[in-house]
């Protein structure tokens, strides 16, 4: 009887591509992959712990499967990934969930396939997390789910230490793959028919800092040099760590792509520094003003967070005012969540909820009204998109184009992995429809 397993990811690319090492980890053991919880032999849930929300669906989750482990006794349920990873969230997860049979977090994620055999041998529980982050784990063989796309993580973890933020605390110190090693896993993707990169960070534009491998610059024009058509992205930029090189880096080959995601989170520089984001808005406009000096026509993309403590109308104007400025050609918007173990969580004048939900919806007001008019110039263009998959509920194929847009179209035949130029006949927030020429 076949083995199946069931991965179930919340959060960032970055853990996507963790759910990726697993189903190759898996895979390893006999298991494939199936569509349901109750179709698997050992599900996984790789978790989020950036904002509470994430976590309260995680548990809603794991809490469900407790009737079906009744019933499948031999069914392995493991939970790991940033959740497990915070202090003392391992035992509350065990003592909340006992019939949790593995519990992991992010610094021993490579070990999940011994966990598996400890628990199929007889051991009652696996309950295992590294305070240390420890070396970076070269040959591993993700199963990859995202064709033509694929995820490379360059580094790993955080020096940031945003004053809101989960992330060094659970992802650990950051630390850099050396250049030789991206660069090989990119040409052996790029030889395997992927046509879209993505270099995966929580901060990509400092990799490498602190040692003497080549910087990020460097790297990107190392792998857009690689032959064969295909597109090159990066996320995330933090904006204290970008420079003119990157910019000049980003300008020199079409193969990278002319869009950048570079987070602000606030327009005030009070809140800024509240944030210890360590840049002012004027060093961030500054940054903006580069960029667009060598690519005039990028896209830029960001993350913006309301009801950070102690924000007032002043300082949520200020942001306003910032994103008209730089005019955005999409933004992701979140209230702040308040993270236990961050130092934002202890300061006092926590926003009130009502006021956070009047800001929201005023911030998203505008950002999509800036998504509006960034996509009505596409009308009456042709740009090249990237097919990437088929929508059924729309019974039209769907890829992105260079800029982050993604159209939508019709063929006859399956176009997924091919670049097409498609005609924009119509422009929808975000979205784009048109047809092939």
């Known amino acids: 009887m076949d083995k199946r397993y069931h991965i179930v990811?919340?959060?960032?690319?970055?853990?996507?591509?963790?759910?990726?090492?697993?189903?190759?980890?898996?895979?390893?053991?006999?298991?494939?992959?199936?569509?349901?919880?109750?179709?698997?032999?050992?599900?996984?849930?790789?978790?989020?712990?950036?904002?509470?929300?994430?976590?309260?669906?995680?548990?809603?989750?794991?809490?469900?499967?407790?009737?079906?482990?009744s019933a499948k006794r031999d069914m392995i349920i493991a939970v790991g990934g940033c959740m497990p990873q915070?202090?003392?969230?391992?035992?509350?997860?065990?003592?909340?969930?006992p019939y949790v049979d593995v519990i992991f977090g992010t610094h021993n994620l490579n070990k999940l396939k011994d966990y598996i055999l400890e628990r199929q041998s007889g051991k009652k529980?696996?309950?295992?997390?590294?305070?240390?982050?420890?070396?970076?784990?070269e040959g591993e063989h993700p199963l990859r789910t995202s064709y033509p796309n694929a995820w490379i993580n360059i580094t790993y973890g955080c020096n940031n230490f945003c004053s809101y933020c989960i992330v060094p605390y659970v992802r650990g110190r950051?630390?850099?793959?050396?250049?030789?090693?991206v660069i090989e896993e990119a040409r052996s993707l790029i030889s395997d028919g992927y046509k879209e990169l993505t270099l995966l960070g929580q901060n990509v534009n400092s990799y490498a800092n602190g040692s003497d491998d080549i910087r990020f610059p460097a790297l990107l024009e190392k792998i857009s040099a690689i032959d064969g058509k295909f597109r090159?992205?990066?996320?995330?930029?933090?904006?204290?760590?970008?420079?003119e090189e990157l910019a000049k880096a980003i300008a020199s080959d079409r193969k990278i792509c002319?869009?950048?995601?570079?987070?602000?989170?606030?327009?005030?520089?009070?809140?800024?520094?509240?944030?210890?984001?360590?840049?002012?808005?004027?060093?961030?406009?500054?940054?903006?003003?580069?960029?667009?000096?060598?690519?005039?026509?990028?896209?830029?993309?960001?993350?913006?967070?309301?009801?950070?403590?102690g924000e007032t109308d002043e300082d949520f104007k200020a942001t306003l005012n910032l994103v008209k400025e730089v005019g955005y050609s999409s933004a992701f918007t979140f209230v702040y969540s308040k993270r236990e173990g961050t130092v934002a969580a202890k300061m006092p004048d926590q926003v009130p909820e009502e006021v956070c939900k009047e800001r929201i919806m005023e911030l998203v007001a505008l950002v999509n009204s800036l998504t509006r008019e960034h996509s009505a110039k596409y009308?009456?263009?042709?740009?090249?998109?990237?097919?990437?998959?088929?929508?059924?509920?729309?019974?039209?194929?769907?890829?992105?184009?260079?800029?982050?847009?993604?159209?939508?179209?019709?063929?006859?035949?399956?176009?997924?992995?091919?670049?097409?130029?498609?005609?924009?006949?119509?422009?929808?927030?975000?979205?784009?429809?048109?047809?092939?020429?």
């Open 9 to 69: 990811t919340y959060g960032c690319q970055m853990n996507v591509h963790d759910s990726e090492r697993i189903a190759g980890m898996l895979s390893e053991l006999g298991y494939s992959s199936c569509d349901s919880m109750e179709e698997a032999d050992v599900v996984v849930f790789n978790t989020c712990c950036i904002r509470e929300n994430a976590e309260n669906h995680a548990y809603g989750n794991i809490g469900m499967l407790k009737k079906l482990k």
């Open 86 to 97: 915070q202090i003392g969230k391992a035992d509350i997860l065990h003592k909340k969930f």
């Open 125 to 137: 529980s696996v309950i295992e997390i590294f305070d240390s982050e420890g070396e970076i784990v």
């Open 174 to 181: 950051e630390r850099s793959r050396l250049s030789e090693n």
């Open 232 to 243: 090159l992205r990066f996320m995330t930029s933090h904006p204290k760590d970008f420079s």
């Open 258 to 309: 002319r869009c950048v995601h570079l987070p602000v989170q606030s327009g005030s520089d009070r809140i800024l520094k509240a944030m210890n984001r360590k840049y002012t808005s004027a060093d961030y406009l500054k940054k903006i003003e580069i960029l667009k000096k060598y690519v005039p026509d990028c896209a830029v993309t960001t993350d913006l967070i309301v009801g950070f403590p």
């Open 379 to 437: 009308v009456g263009k042709t740009c090249e998109i990237l097919c990437e998959g088929y929508d059924d509920k729309r019974g039209l194929f769907l890829g992105r184009d260079e800029y982050g847009r993604m159209g939508y179209f019709a063929s006859e035949k399956n176009i997924i992995g091919e670049f097409v130029d498609m005609f924009v006949e119509e422009a929808n927030g975000v979205s784009l429809m048109g047809k092939i020429v």
